[in-house]
């Protein structure tokens, strides 16, 4: 399996954006089936974001919607997570994993996004 480590996540007013970047430490993001953004805010329980599949198939949550896109660069080995607009609603810990045929990765620490009124 791929490790895959989050970052790009910091402090950001609303009305903001940002982009997280889920980058391949080890092997090549194009051995993944999918790569999925998962998101958990204070309080509450993980939830799917935005996916992506080997063949560029993308799928964003109907809740960031029009907000949020998902994207490859294979060059740089990384799949990335474009914020726009952000609201404080948006406030959470961002995790990338990878799913392959027949397993699931394993979840790495997150790159934690602030959003302030």
């Known amino acids: 399996q791929v490790q895959l480590v989050e970052s790009g996540g910091g402090l950001v007013q609303a009305g903001g954006s940002l982009r997280l970047s889920c980058a391949a430490a080890?092997?090549?993001?194009?051995?993944?089936?999918?790569i999925e953004w998962y998101r958990r805010p204070p309080g509450k329980q993980r939830e799917l974001v935005a996916t992506i599949t080997d063949s560029g198939g993308t799928w964003i949550a109907d809740s960031v919607k029009g907000r949020f896109t998902i994207s490859r660069d294979r060059a740089k080995n990384t799949v990335y997570l474009h914020m726009n607009n952000l609201k404080t609603e948006h406030t959470a810990v961002y995790y990338c994993?990878?799913?392959?045929?027949?397993?699931?990765?394993?979840w790495g620490k997150g790159t934690r996004v602030a959003v302030s009124s």
């Open positions: 080890s092997g090549t993001i194009a051995s993944i089936t999918i």
């Open positions: 994993i990878g799913l392959y045929s027949g397993s699931v990765g394993r």
